[in-house]
């Protein structure tokens, strides 16, 4: 494990920093992947890993993601991400998270931290006593920017469904838009409501078969089996849950003219982007789709930093964003005749240095 740079996922990442406390029991990684743009931001994973190099893909690939991400997203910051390898149990103590601080504050601001899967709002406090290069903390007042960053990315996932819908179907209202949603968490689930709103007509799916189903009722869904979902007949699917679910086999059993969804690194390999692309079914790259979260904690991030206060607004400003470059990579694709992912990766190496 210790030859990370053999990894297929490694691409040039300044740091791969591996964490051992035995005390409080913490085994993570911390993965700079560029801080050409300014500090490494990303959220920190929290999962049970049966084989740890699982885990060590997954830091190479996010903190690679977050990079795209953030300069795609306009924002001053690198990529980074942290995974928590956390046992069967998924303990989670005070000592812990209090290590993990100490392993951030260790990095010297190269590295600024906040929620992803596993993490909670509370747990980033508990991180915030030990290092100040933390981000997605409570929101100060009224019209404040930070918080849980959830709600955010789902703002920008709807934008991004609105403007896919626009672009490949011709449509400029989601009434009666068929949409298949996987994974009706706090992402996912806030997508959902808002696709409602606009009288959206949905299916939704979860691994926790219970929740999608009183989500449907709330709704007025239909829910089905999560091994269904991928599958079903639809003219968006919208995936919210884990990554690397877009490999040979589910792309050929997809039934939809869309992808656009909130799940980091949808694509298993980077040939399924073409794949996708050959299929004619249109591609919202992922890191530039689902970017709202880290607008959100990177403006608090950025303002407490800077010593101001954190205007909501600049984040709205920011979400009003997403579709124009959606837009701007579906064009250039139809135009070159390459898959978005690769269109949207160029514009992204560029912005990092290297194109």
């Known amino acids: 494990m210790t030859a990370f740079w053999t990894e297929p996922d490694f691409d040039d990442h300044e740091v791969v920093h591996f964490v051992r406390d035995r005390a409080s029991g913490l085994t993570a990684i911390i993965a700079l992947h560029s801080t050409h743009?300014?500090?490494?931001a990303g959220g920190t994973r929290f999962w049970h890993y049966p084989n740890p190099k699982d885990g060590?893909?997954?830091a190479l690939r996010l903190s690679r993601g977050m990079s795209y991400k953030n300069a795609m997203a306009g924002l001053p910051l690198g990529g980074g991400k942290a995974v928590i390898l956390a046992d069967e149990a998924r303990t989670k103590t005070p000592e812990l998270m209090a290590a993990f601080g100490d392993a951030v504050e260790g990095l010297g601001g190269r590295y600024v931290t906040a929620e992803d899967v596993g993490i909670s709002e509370a747990d980033m406090v508990a991180v915030s006593k030990r290092t100040t290069h933390v981000s997605g903390l409570p929101v100060a007042g009224e019209g404040s920017a930070g918080g849980d960053p959830g709600p955010f990315t789902a703002i920008g996932i709807y934008y991004g469904i609105k403007a896919a819908v626009r672009h490949k179907l011709g449509k400029d209202s989601l009434h009666g838009v068929h949409v298949a949603v996987q994974g009706v968490g706090s992402v996912g689930g806030g997508v959902a409501k808002l696709l409602a709103k606009d009288g959206a007509k949905l299916t939704l799916a979860d691994m926790n078969a219970e929740r999608a189903a009183r989500m449907a009722?709330?709704?007025?869904?239909?829910?089905?089996d999560a091994d269904a979902i991928m599958s079903t007949p639809c003219e968006v699917l919208?995936?919210?849950?884990?990554?690397?679910?877009?490999?040979?086999?589910?792309?050929e059993a997809l039934d939809c003219?869309?992808?656009a969804g909130g799940a980091n690194n949808q694509l298993a390999r980077p040939q399924h982007g073409q794949k996708l692309f050959e299929r004619g079914i249109?591609?919202?790259?992922?890191?530039?789709?689902?970017?709202?979260?880290i607008m959100s904690v990177g403006t608090e991030y950025l303002a407490r930093r800077?010593?101001?206060a954190a205007d909501v607004a600049e984040v709205h400003t920011l979400l009003e964003q997403i579709p124009g470059r959606l837009e701007a990579i579906w064009s250039a694709s139809e135009a070159e005749s390459v898959s978005p992912d690769v269109v949207a990766d160029r514009m992204a190496q560029e912005l990092i240095g290297r194109g």
Request: proline share 6%; charged share 20%; aromatic share 4%.
């Open 238 to 251: 919208s995936p919210n849950a884990l990554g690397a679910i877009l490999d040979d086999d589910s792309i």
């Open 37 to 40: 743009l300014g500090p490494g």
């Open 257 to 259: 003219a869309i992808v």
């Open 306 to 308: 800077d010593g101001r």
């Open 56 to 58: 060590l893909r997954d």
């Open 282 to 293: 249109l591609f919202a790259p992922d890191y530039v789709i689902n970017a709202g979260g």
């Open 217 to 224: 009722a709330e709704l007025g869904a239909e829910a089905v």
